[in-house]
C-alpha cells in the first residue's frame, strides 16, 4: 500500500546512500510524475521512485520496495530512465522537468514531476543536479509580478551591445524545456455551440511563441473584477490548460460566454451564433488592449528581453507618435501585432501632401481577388504592386490651381513580432481554381522591409540588420460555415489540421495544397512571426519533395518531444530570400 504521508523515506539509519542490485542509490522517495505528451492527453501516476550515482538511473515502482528487496535486486522497476537534465517547471510550486532517455527503448523523453511538498522537491533537483553536474547554476526564484513594460531587475539603460551579449549567451545553450508550439491539442466544440471561429483564434495564440509567452505568464489582478477581465482569466485559464497536456477536455465555452456578455447589447458573439474568425481575433486584442491597467507579467528573462527591445524601437528622441495609433508598451496587443501602416497621398506637381492616415495597425487586409488574379514573382513584390495598384486609381490634386495627379505613398513604423494578414473574399463558395490562386501566392517567409518603405523608429533597426524576414507559422481558412487552422509542428515535422477536437497530420506543403483544393478552403488569416531562439517552425516546409502522401489522416495519438528536444533537422536559413534550404533528415 502507498504510505499516507508522502515524505520522503529514509535512505538507512544514518540517512546516507547504500548500495543496491541497482547501483548506489543516493535518493528515493514518493513522486506523482508523466511522461510529457506533445498531443494526446496522459495520465500523472504517484510513482515510488529511487536515483542511483552510478548509473545515473531514475528508476519508478507501483509500490515501494523494501530496502532489502532493492539490495537483492528481487523487485523488478516500472520504467527506468537514463538522466539527462533537470530544469524549472515555469509557474509550478514544488515541481520540474527531467529530460531522461528511456531505457528499454532508447527514447528521449520529458517527465514532468511534481513533490508532494517543497522539502521533498528540493532534495530530489539538489540530487538530480548534483549528479548532472550543474549545481554551480542558478535556479530561478519565483518571478515577480511587475508591470509588462517594467524594467523590473535589468535597468532599462542596457546598451545594444550588452542586449546583444545576454542573447548570445542564451543561445549557447538551447532551452531544452520549453514545449513551445509542439503540444498540439484539440478544442471541443459540441453540436449547436458553433465555437469553430473562436477554437481557431485561441490555436493561432498558442502557436505564435510571442503571444504564447505572454498569455502564459500574465496575470489579471485580483482586485480587477468585471465582464472584461473575467474574459481574460478565462482566455489565460484557457492557455494554462492547453499547457498542460494532463488536463482532459478543453472547450472554449467561458471565453465565449464572456463575449456574448460583453457584446449583448450589439447582439454580437450570442451563444450558439456563427461569428467571423477576424472579427473575434481584432475583438479578443482590443479587449487586452482596454485592460492594459489590469494585467500584470511575471518578469522572465525571456520577457524582459523582448519587452525592453521594444521599448528601445519606440524611444527615438525625434520620433513623435501619430495620434491614431499612440504605441503603448505596457499592451500585449501592441507588443505582439502592433505594425501600424501609414497611408498618404502627394501630388507631384505642387507637392502638397495628405495628412497621414492610418492604413493597418494590428491585421493587415487584402482581397482574395487580388491574389488569385495573377502569380506574383514573391509576397514582397505582391504588396508593392497591390499599393501601386491602389495609386493608379488615385484621385487628381484637389489643391486651387493645381491639375497634378496625386501618388499614394504607403509606410510601416513598426515591425511587430507577430504579422497578421486578413485575406478578404467577396464569396463564402470559392472555386477550387480561386483557392488555388492564393495558395500559390503564400510564401514561407516575408520580408517586411521589402514590402514597405521603412519610417519612424523602426528605420533605427533596420538600418541596424534588425532581422525583417518573417516566417510563416500558420494560417485560419473557411469553408462551409465552418473555420479550421493549420499550423506546422516542428516536432512531430509536418503540418497539423486543427478542426475543432480533431488533430489531423497533413503532411508536407503539397499535402496542405492538396486538402485546401479538396474542401475548397479559403484562407482567410495567416500568420508570419519573425523567428526566436527556440527552432523555426517553417524553414524548408515548402520544399518540393517530389513525393506525396496519399496516406490516410489519422487522429494524432503518438507522444512526441518539444520542438527544442529535438535533434536540429531544420536549419536557419540566411536573409537572402533566392532560395531555400531543405530540411535534413533526422532520426529521433
Known amino acids: 500500500m502507498q504510505p499516507t504521508t508522502l515524505d520522503p523515506t529514509p535512505l538507512s539509519s544514518d540517512n546516507g546512500p547504500f548500495e543496491s542490485a541497482f547501483g548506489e542509490i543516493v535518493h528515493r522517495g514518493w513522486l506523482n510524475l508523466k511522461t510529457r505528451s506533445m498531443v494526446n492527453v496522459r495520465p500523472r501516476h504517484m510513482r515510488y521512485c529511487i536515483l542511483t550515482r552510478d548509473t545515473l538511473l531514475f528508476s519508478t515502482f507501483k509500490f515501494q520496495p523494501s530496502t532489502g528487496d532493492l539490495q537483492s535486486g528481487l523487485v523488478k522497476p516500472l520504467r527506468s530512465y537514463k538522466v539527462l537534465g533537470v530544469a524549472p517547471w515555469d509557474g509550478r510550486r514544488f515541481a520540474f522537468l527531467m529530460s531522461v532517455k528511456q531505457v528499454d527503448d532508447n527514447a528521449d523523453k520529458v517527465l514532468e514531476i511534481d513533490g508532494p511538498t517543497a522539502t521533498a522537491a528540493s532534495n530530489w533537483i539538489h540530487n538530480l543536479r548534483e549528479l548532472t553536474n550543474r549545481e554551480d547554476e542558478e535556479w530561478p526564484l519565483t518571478p515577480a509580478l511587475v508591470p509588462i513594460g517594467g524594467s523590473g531587475q535589468s535597468s532599462s539603460s542596457d546598451s545594444p551591445s550588452e542586449m546583444v551579449n545576454l542573447a548570445t549567451n542564451e543561445k549557447k545553450e538551447a532551452n531544452l524545456w520549453v514545449k513551445g508550439a509542439s503540444v498540439h491539442r484539440g478544442l471541443l466544440n459540441t453540436s449547436g455551440e458553433n465555437n469553430c471561429f473562436l477554437n481557431v483564434v485561441i490555436q493561432s495564440f498558442w502557436h505564435l511563441t510571442s503571444m504564447r509567452h505572454f498569455l502564459l505568464h500574465v496575470e489579471v489582478k485580483e482586485e480587477s473584477r468585471t465582464v472584461e477581465t473575467n474574459v481574460l482569466r478565462a482566455l489565460k485559464s484557457m492557455m494554462m490548460e492547453y499547457d498542460d497536456t494532463s488536463s482532459g477536455v478543453l472547450h472554449s465555452r ?335
Not at 472579427?279 to 494585467?295: C, G, P, R, Y
Not at 484621385?395 to 486651387?400: G, N, V
Not at 540588420?465 to 516536432?491: E, I, K
Open 254 to 588: 467561458a471565453i465565449r460566454k464572456g463575449l456574448s456578455v460583453l457584446y449583448s447589447a450589439d447582439k454580437n458573439f450570442q451563444e450558439g451564433a456563427m461569428y467571423d474568425a477576424e472579427e473575434t481575433l481584432l475583438a479578443l486584442l482590443n479587449l487586452m488592449h482596454q485592460q492594459t491597467v489590469a494585467i500584470e507579467i511575471e518578469e522572465t528573462h525571456k520577457t524582459t528581453m523582448m519587452v525592453k527591445s521594444l521599448v528601445r524601437l519606440v524611444s527615438a528622441d525625434a520620433y513623435e507618435e501619430k495620434p491614431q495609433a499612440v504605441f503603448d508598451n505596457n499592451s500585449i496587443p501592441h507588443l505582439v501585432f502592433s505594425h501600424q501602416i501609414y497611408d498618404r497621398y502627394s501630388c507631384g506637381s505642387c507637392n502638397h501632401s495628405s495628412p497621414w492616415d492610418l492604413y493597418s495597425n494590428l491585421v493587415y487586409s487584402t482581397y482574395a481577388s487580388d491574389l488569385y488574379a495573377c502569380k506574383y514573382e514573391s509576397m514582397e513584390h505582391m504588396l508593392r504592386r497591390l499599393t501601386a495598384q491602389e495609386a493608379d486609381v488615385a484621385s487628381k490634386c484637389e489643391q486651387k490651381g493645381c491639375s497634378g495627379k496625386l501618388s499614394k505613398e504607403r509606410v510601416i513604423h513598426r515591425f511587430p513580432m507577430v504579422f497578421t494578414m486578413s485575406i478578404l473574399w467577396a464569396t463564402q463558395n470559392a472555386t477550387k481554381e480561386q483557392v488555388q490562386g492564393v495558395l500559390r501566392n503564400i510564401e514561407n517567409r516575408i520580408d517586411l522591409a521589402k514590402c514597405f518603405d521603412a519610417t519612424g523608429p523602426v528605420i533605427r533597426f533596420k538600418n541596424g540588420g534588425m532581422r525583417t524576414t518573417y516566417r510563416l507559422r500558420g494560417f485560419v481558412c473557411y469553408y462551409g460555415r465552418h473555420y479550421v487552422a493549420l499550423f506546422y509542428s516542428t516536432a512531430h515535422e509536418m503540418w497539423l489540421l486543427f478542426d475543432d477536437s480533431r488533430v489531423l497530420e497533413i503532411g508536407t506543403w503539397s499535402n496542405v495544397v492538396s486538402e485546401c483544393l479538396k474542401g475548397r478552403f479559403q484562407p482567410v488569416l495567416l500568420f508570419y512571426e519573425l523567428p526566436g531562439q527556440r527552432k523555426d517552425s517553417s524553414v524548408g516546409i515548402f520544399m518540393n519533395d517530389g513525393s506525396f502522401n496519399v496516406e490516410r489522416q489519422k487522429s494524432l495519438s503518438i507522444a512526441s518531444q518539444p520542438d527544442e528536444m529535438m535533434p536540429p533537422c531544420i536549419k536557419e536559413e540566411s536573409s537572402d530570400l533566392s532560395g531555400t534550404k531543405a530540411m535534413e533528415s533526422c532520426t529521433v
